[in-house]
């Protein structure tokens, strides 16, 4: 039983794994968000935020990106179940699962200048 267990769980973490290569390798967006996500980081390390700062910098950064991914996976199932012919529900899905990540990111975008200022000063 805990064999099967471990196998199963060994299945569905190949399929995420698979998921994230797959988003990362086909969207522009996360390729985006990864570049400035890794800038920060290398700016959070280079002036020494603290350790409570950097860790909300890395929660902030896998919000962005995790939402992303998510926005992908409504994008792509929309367009599978519309064969990209439009449709005003098909549109409102797509553009507001892309609002999301927009907030996300301007919120994340505050909060890490805010982090990143505070420790300058």
Excluded: W
């Amino acid at each position: 039983m805990l064999k099967r267990e471990a196998s199963n769980f060994l299945r569905r973490l190949n399929c995420a794994i698979s998921g994230i290569i797959s988003a990362f390798k086909r969207e522009r967006n996360l390729h985006i968000q990864s570049i400035v996500a890794i800038l920060v980081i290398i700016i959070a390390i280079l002036i020494h935020v603290s350790y409570t700062d950097f860790m909300i910098i890395l929660i902030l950064i896998g919000g962005v990106i995790s939402l992303e991914m998510a926005n992908t996976a409504v994008e792509r199932t929309v367009d599978l179940i519309t064969e990209k012919k439009p449709h005003p529900l098909a549109k409102a899905a797509k553009d507001i699962a892309a609002g999301a990540v927009l907030c996300f990111s301007i919120i994340s975008a505050i909060i890490g200048f805010m982090i990143l200022y505070k420790t300058l000063l």
